[in-house]
Nanobody, 127 residues
Framework: QLQLVESGGGLVQPGGSLRLSCAASGFTLHSYVIGWFRQAPGKEREGVSCISSTGGRTSYADSVKGRFTISRDNAKSTVYLQMNSLKPEDTAVYYC????????????????????WGQGTQVTVSS
């Protein structure tokens, strides 16, 4: 019923850019906080960025701050993650996730629980 599908991953050189997309179906995207997470082989999943239901508030992990930008287009039921100045340590499978949260708890959104997850898209940064 509720589906999230990531796309836009691929192989890029260090310093390059990618834009990931998260397309939602089966639910009203504008009601949900959306987060991007990533997991590299042998490592724990980590939060990358998240955006409030209206797009008015965003959060970023320290490791990507200043390089990544999250945005959403609720009319297109899509959330984006623009990734610039990519580093080899950004290599991971990237997942988008959705959570329905009260407005008060849409702050610090990387710390909140998420109920719905996509299948992931591979990002590889290598020369």
């Amino acid at each position: 019923q509720l589906q999230l599908v990531e796309s836009g991953g691929g192989l890029v050189q260090p310093g390059g850019s990618l834009r990931l997309s998260c397309a939602a179906s089966g639910f009203t995207l504008h009601s949900y906080v959306i987060g991007w997470f990533r997991q590299a082989p042998g490592k724990e999943r980590e939060g990358v960025s998240c955006i409030s239901s209206t797009g008015g508030r965003t959060s970023y992990a320290d490791s990507v701050k200043g390089r990544f930008t999250i945005s959403r287009d609720n009319a297109k039921s899509t959330v984006y993650l623009q990734m610039n100045s990519l580093k080899p340590e950004d290599t991971a499978v990237y997942y988008c996730a959705a959570a329905e949260l009260p407005i008060l708890f849409q702050t610090l959104c990387l710390l909140r629980p998420y109920n719905h997850w996509g299948q992931g898209t591979q990002v590889t940064v290598s020369s």
